[in-house]
C-alpha cells in the first residue's frame, strides 16, 4: 500500500511535541507499506523549496510554511492556506493508493480532496480537534461568513472521505451529528509508547536536580503548549494557593503564546524559581527524563465544554510514564483515570485544588498507587502497536472499498 500522508505539524522524536503520526508512519513502513508524509518546516528558511527526508523510512516533504503558536490568529489562518496549496501541488504529483489527511487545522482536507480526486484513490480523514467547533467556541471565529465557511468546509471534508478516524468518542460523535455514517467512522485515540516511557528514577532525579529541586518534594508538572487554550496559569494559581506548605514544587516545560504572561505573573507572587520552575521544550526523545521526574503530570484547559472531547497527547505520554495523572476538565478521559483509579480531576478553583493536593501528600502511597494503575492502564488499552493496527486496518478496506 502506497500511503500519501498530509499532516501540518508533523514532529520527529528529535522534536518537540506530539509523534502520533510519526510513531504511526514508521510502524506502517515496518509492515511493507510505503509512506510518503507531506508537512511543513515551520522554522524561519530563506530558501522556500520543499526538501526531503528519511525519518525512520518515512520519505517526508518538508514544506517551508512559518507557524508558531505565537502567531495571531489571522497569522494562523494564512500559514493554513498557504500549505494547503503548497501541499495539493505537491501531493498530486506523488504516487498513491490512499490519502491519509489528519486535522487540525482543518484545511488539510483541502490537498487531500484535492489528491484524492485526482489521482482517483480514496480519502481516510483523521479528526483531532472537532473544528470550527472549537475556534467558534473560543471566540477566535466570530466573523459569521467566516463561520458558514468553516462549517462548508468541515462538511466537505467528511462528505469526501471514504472512512474517518477519531480521537475521542466526543469526536466520532461530533462527526456523526454531521450527518456522516457511524459506521465508517473508527475510534483510534493518542495511544502510549510503553516501551520508551519507562518510569527512569535515576533520570528522574538529575532532572530536579537540574533544576534545584529537592527529591523529597512533590512535584507536579505541565508539559505540552502554554496557549490561551491551556490556561497555565492555573498552575502558578494553585502554587500560590499552596505557599505556606513547603512540600510541593511546580514545573513548567514548554513554550507558547501566553509563557511569558505566565512568568510575569509567578514573578509577580514571588513564586518563580522559589516553587515554580520553568523548562524550554523539550524533545520529544528526552521527554522520558521531564515525566520520570513529576509525582502528577497534569492536562489542561480553560473552561470550554468543546474542549472536553479532546485526546490529549501528554495524559498518555503521562501514564506511560507511570505519573499519577491530574486534569481540570471533564468528559472521556475524566471518566477513563477515575475508572482506572490512575489520577483524578482538579477543582477549577485552585483552594480547593490544593485541599486535593494536600490530602495526597498526607499519604504518599495514594500517588503511588495512582502512578502503577496509570501505567497498567497505558499497556492494557492504549499500547501504540496496538492502536497503529488500528489505523492500518483502516487504511487497507479503505482502498479493498474504493474512492
Known sequence: M????????????????????FELGRR??????????????REPKSDRAPFVTDEAGIKVHWIPVRYSNHMGYLS??????????????LAVSLSGDVVFATSTPLTIGIPGVIASRRKRIPMVFEVRDLWPQLPIAMGALKNPVLRWLARRLERFCYANARHIVALSPGMAEGVASSGYPVERITIVPNSADIDFFIRDAAEGREFRERLGIPQDKVVVGYAGTLGPINGVGYLVRL???????????????????????????????GLYNRSVFF??????????????????????????????????????????????VAINYGGWQEQLLGEAGAGFRLPADPVDAAARL??????????????????????????????AAKVETVLLDSVAAGP
Open 76 to 89: 494562523r489562518i494564512r500559514a493554513f492556506f498557504e500549505f494547503a496549496v503548497a501541499a495539493s501541488r
Open 358 to 387: 494536600r490530602e495526597l501528600a498526607n499519604d504518599p502511597s495514594l500517588l503511588a498507587d495512582a502512578g502503577r494503575n496509570a501505567r497498567r492502564l497505558a499497556e492494557t488499552r492504549f499500547s501504540r502497536d496496538e492502536l
Open 279 to 324: 523548562v524550554p521544550p523539550v524533545a520529544k526523545s528526552d521527554m522520558r527524563a521531564v515525566l520520570s521526574g513529576f509525582d502528577i503530570a497534569t492536562s489542561l484547559f480553560i473552561p470550554v465544554r468543546e474542549m472536553e472531547a479532546n485526546s490529549a497527547n501528554k495524559l498518555f505520554d503521562a501514564m506511560a510514564s507511570g505519573c499519577c
Open 2 to 21: 502506497r500511503i500519501i500522508y498530509l499532516h501540518q505539524y508533523f514532529n520527529t522524536p528529535s522534536m518537540p511535541g506530539s509523534t502520533r503520526s
Open 28 to 41: 506502517l513502513v515496518a509492515n511493507g507499506h510505503t509512506v510518503e508524509m507531506i508537512t511543513a518546516w
Open 239 to 269: 502554587a500560590e494557593a499552596l505557599r505556606a506548605d513547603d512540600r510541593f514544587a511546580f514545573v513548567i516545560v514548554g513554550d507558547g503564546k501566553e509563557r511569558a504572561d505566565i512568568e510575569i505573573l509567578a514573578r509577580e507572587l
